[in-house]
Nanobody, 124 residues
């Protein structure tokens, strides 16, 4: 499956962005989906994940209450709504797909497919 992320940009602290990740070449509804981010000089960090049905989600603590992951299986797209953005959210955000499971994936190794990143820059 191929993944294409979009929606990044420059936003002031407190602002919002919505990232999208469009999938093609596979059965989107067969995959758990996740968002990761990587800041300059830092390791890749798990952000959020949603199961293949869109009924279960999980977030890293630093984004809980501010970010929302969702998916539209009819549009083969997963979203990351980011509100109340902070400068420390600045990173390249990437989407990933893993084989469907009732267990939500938080480790990069659990994802088989990755999209290119989209840069999110939050200014103070």
């Amino acid at each position: 499956v191929q993944l294409q992320a979009s929606g990044g940009g420059l936003v002031q602290a407190g602002g919002s962005l919505r990232l999208s990740c469009a999938a093609s070449g596979g059965t989107f509804s067969s995959y758990n989906m996740g968002w990761f981010r990587q800041a300059p000089g830092e390791e890749r960090e798990f952000v959020a994940t949603v199961d293949w049905r869109g009924t279960s989600t999980y977030y890293t603590d630093s984004v809980k209450g501010r970010f929302t992951i969702s998916r539209d299986n009819a549009k083969n797209t997963v979203y990351l709504q980011m509100n109340s953005l902070k400068p420390e959210d600045t990173a390249v955000y990437s989407c990933a797909a893993g084989v469907y499971s009732s267990t939500l994936y938080v480790r990069p190794i659990e994802y088989a497919y990755w999209g290119q990143g989209t840069l999110v820059t939050v200014s103070s």
